[in-house]
């Protein structure tokens, strides 16, 4: 049986319902953190909790409960799913309350929160994928992790209805992010990634692999980047929670190098391996 976290109760699937009236269902009022699971144990807790506080500082959404209580909770919905590589997904919304735009009075937010089963094998794309480059028509506070997500939405079914699995997206000549990853591109043996401003959200996976990159002596830029050079990169590769680092191979009819996952990219991969792999032995003693 599937449990799912609503507020601070376990239930079964079924019996998890939200207000109609709940502002994240009305106006995507509401944020949302989704974190990989390995060994049974969230990966880069932290990092994630502190994106979450920052979601909820900049939306002036109060968080229901203190992060430590937060993190049992979720560490127990773990457990009873019996996750052991998985991705955790939770949400808070400003509440439910009579429509009108204005925060309402005396509202109290609603979290709810999943975990399912996500085997690495199932989301690793050693050999590549493809990409179509769309419009990023999305607000200007995309470093919010919001639950309003349409302009993704559209974009990954754009991408997807060309065939391609990820959409990276576009203003004007500038590339920002994918639809839900970062996008860094290998250039004379340097990454170059899109600063973590208001245009992208600063992904736990590119903080990590900047991280990685500085472990492994391969620098790191991070500046904008056009179109043009994504298209001439070396090697371009994406970064999410789901998609750990995923090499791009080609940008919807143009290839991009060799075809191939490049050498860095590949690097990067196995340093990604080789810790998840510590952190599996290690869940086992
Ligand atoms: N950008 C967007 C728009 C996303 O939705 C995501 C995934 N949530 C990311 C980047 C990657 O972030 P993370 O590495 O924290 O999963």
């Not at 959404?61 to 937060?70: G, N, V």
């Not at 050999?127 to 993704?152: A, E």
């Not at 050079?229 to 143009?254: M, N, W």
Request: with cysteine; charged share 25%.
């Amino acid at each position: 049986m599937t449990i799912i976290l609503y507020q601070d109760k376990f239930l079964p699937r079924e019996q998890g319902q939200v207000d109609m009236e709940d502002r994240g269902y009305q106006f995507g009022d509401g944020i949302y953190e989704a974190i990989r699971v390995y060994g049974g144990k969230m990966f880069l807790l932290d990092l994630h909790m502190k994106r979450l506080e920052r979601s909820a500082r900049e939306l002036r959404l109060k968080l229901p409960y203190s992060l430590e209580h937060l993190t049992d909770n979720l560490n127990q919905l773990i457990r009873q799913n019996q996750i052991n590589e998985g991705l955790v997904y939770f949400q808070i919304t400003r509440g439910a309350a009579h429509r009108q735009h204005l925060f309402p009075d005396h509202i109290e937010s609603v979290l709810t929160g999943s975990a399912v089963s996500l085997p690495r094998e199932e989301t690793l794309r050693p050999n590549g994928i493809k990409v179509s480059l769309v419009d990023d028509i999305r607000w200007l506070r995309c470093d919010i992790k919001t639950l309003n997500l349409l302009g993704n939405v559209l974009a990954r079914q754009e991408a997807h209805e060309k065939g391609s699995e990820e959409a990276i997206l576009h203003r004007g000549a500038t590339v920002t992010e994918g639809s839900s990853c970062n996008v860094f591109i290998v250039q004379n043996g340097q990454l170059v990634t899109h600063p973590a401003d208001h245009f992208i959200l600063n992904g736990i996976t590119r903080l990590h692999v900047i991280d990685l990159a500085g472990k492994l002596n391969i620098p790191v830029e991070e500046r904008t980047f056009s179109t043009d050079e994504l298209y001439h990169a070396d090697e371009v590769f994406i970064t999410s929670t789901g998609a750990e680092v995923k090499p791009v191979v080609q940008i919807d009819e143009r290839v991009i190098a060799s075809g191939k996952p490049g050498s860095i990219t590949q690097k990067l991969m196995n340093a990604f391996d080789e810790e998840v792999a510590r952190i599996k032995a290690a869940a086992l003693y």
